[in-house]
């Protein structure tokens, strides 16, 4: 358990995802049944965590070719982002509420409905910078045709997550059903311009998809236990693959009879 601590610190902005990986990968290799409510709170902090991500994405996008307010604004939106996890989790950045077996914190209705609401407001902001970024003439010069990445090098490189989908790659492991995905409405965005361009459209676009799925999550979200008791060395092996904001990430457990895993990698 103590481990999730740590591996949350692979990477700040994905942290949640890998918390989730690792205890997906034990949960396994123990053949522990999550609760469904701790399956879709994992999977509400894991979109917020997308938003979170591919808005500082987008941002320093912005930066990166010297269009501070847009930098500035698009930041500016990932705040509240931060601060829904914030209030529901503790920490803006390491949130450590996944542990094997399920969650540890809950987040009541009326916080919920909160969340709702706000990102309901933050997507009309969302549009409007969806349309400087993708409509924008000074920033289409910088971007179209910048960084181009066939669809059969992507397959050739592997490329994953968003770079994968800019090249016209329907490749995102949430389509394996995990957590609450299997029981949520949603298709990739997959594009095909794979340059610079197309990369922005593909996060921009998961940013409203994510709106979306947590909206989904939440009408949907079942009463119930947030974990199960956990006891027992693990004797078997799991491989646990996410669709972290970067794209796949695979966790690999393998248990020996002790308290200690023999393996364990990312």
Not at 6 to 17: K, T
Not at 94 to 113: E, H, M, P, Q, W
Not at 228 to 240: K, L, N, Q, Y
């Amino acid at each position: 358990t103590e481990m999730v601590y740590v591996i949350e610190r692979v990477c700040g902005i994905c942290s949640f995802g890998h918390g989730w990986g690792y205890c997906a990968a034990v949960e396994g290799a123990m053949d522990i049944q999550v609760p469904r409510r701790a399956e879709y709170l994992r999977t509400i902090w894991h979109e917020l965590s997308r938003m979170h991500s591919h808005l500082l994405w987008l941002g320093l996008l912005a930066d990166g070719f010297g269009f501070e307010s847009l930098f500035m604004h698009t930041w500016k939106i990932r705040e509240t982002i931060l601060d829904i996890l914030e209030k529901t989790t503790g920490g803006r950045v390491i949130f450590s509420v996944c542990k094997v077996g399920g969650v540890r914190k809950d987040v009541d209705a009326a916080t919920l409905k909160e969340i709702d609401e706000i990102l309901a407001k933050i997507r009309a902001e969302i549009e409007e910078l969806k349309e400087v970024f993708l409509e924008d003439d000074s920033i289409k010069n910088r971007l179209c045709g910048v960084g181009y990445l066939s669809k059969e090098d992507a397959i050739e490189l592997c490329a994953v997550g968003p770079m994968a989908r800019a090249s016209g790659i329907r490749l995102d492991m949430r389509l394996n059903g995990d957590g609450a995905y299997g029981e949520l409405d949603f298709e990739p965005v997959v594009t095909t311009e794979g340059d610079c361009y197309g990369r922005t459209k593909v996060r921009i676009y998961e940013v409203l998809q994510s709106i979306d799925l947590i909206h989904q999550a939440i009408a949907q979200i079942p009463e119930g236990e947030l974990s199960v008791p956990v006891s027992g060395p693990a004797t078997g092996e799991f491989m646990a693959r996410i669709e972290q904001p970067r794209g796949e990430a695979y966790y690999y457990a393998k248990g020996n009879g002790t308290k200690f895993l023999e393996r364990m990698r990312v």
